[in-house]
């Protein structure tokens, strides 16, 4: 996957300045409180949204205190506060990659304006439902610094589909219902895991090079800037080293 394996965004999110990583914070917080008055309640034992936003929180280093704050306040929200809705769209940039996006918005029409104008302005287009959705399947990923044979085999003793070594460490790639069964096994044998979270993962990817790349960066941060967007995914094969430029 190139300069869009989930390593490589992770070191992007880590590269993020002050007020990227501030609006970063936002958006989870946002996303822990519409989990928790979704009707699951504020233990994520019991509530496996609420389980899947805290530990995406967990992995942009979203301080504990804000994450516990967030789900004593959607708790105690007053009748009427703003009800936020899970909407996802469909769009193609530049060298006919498919991008996915997943928002979380109390407003769809102000959403989708925004999103078409980022796609209007930087070369892009807003495809319809169902245009790139087919092009992306919903996996479980770990990310692992650790090699070493005995984590991959308990890796795959309970469930993980595929396994993928690079320079940076392990990608473990699971089905949705298996994801937390993976992280539990590795956490209780004592493995440090960088990053465990659902995340939509392209089936089909297009290889992008040259002024193509820089384009394609801009549409991506330009949506990540957007208080909707919660992720952005696309299918690009892009060289590693023009990523980390950005």
Do not use: C
């Not at 087919?134 to 308990?154: H, M, N, P, S, Y």
């Amino acid at each position: 996957m190139a300069g869009h394996s989930k390593w490589s965004q992770i070191k992007r999110k880590k590269g993020a300045n002050d007020k990227k990583r501030s609006a970063m914070y936002s958006k989870h917080i946002r996303a822990i409180g519409a989990a928790v008055r979704s009707g699951g309640g504020g233990d994520p034992a019991g509530n496996l949204s609420l389980k899947n936003a805290i530990a995406a929180a967990k992995t942009d280093t979203v301080p504990i205190d804000n994450i516990e704050n967030a789900v004593k306040r959607a708790l105690g929200a007053e009748a009427g506060a703003a009800e936020f809705k899970e909407v996802t769209y469909e769009g193609y940039g530049p060298g006919g990659t498919a991008i996915f996006i997943e928002a979380l918005t109390d407003n769809v029409n102000r959403t989708v304006a925004d999103i078409r104008a980022v796609f209007n302005k930087r070369g892009g287009s807003l495809g319809t439902s169902g245009s790139v959705a087919w092009q992306f399947e919903k996996k479980g990923v770990l990310l692992l610094r650790d090699t070493a044979e005995a984590v991959q085999e308990i890796a795959i003793e309970n469930g993980a589909e595929d396994i993928q070594e690079s320079d940076d460490g392990l990608e473990i790639s699971t089905g949705p219902a298996d994801l937390y069964a993976v992280q539990d096994a590795l956490n209780s044998a004592g493995y440090e895991i960088e990053n465990a979270a659902l995340t939509m993962i392209p089936t089909n990817m297009v290889a992008v090079d040259g002024d193509d790349v820089r384009k394609l960066l801009v549409i991506i941060d330009a949506l990540e800037e957007l208080d909707d967007v919660q992720n952005v995914y696309s299918n690009a094969d892009m060289p590693e080293q023009e990523d980390e430029e950005e």
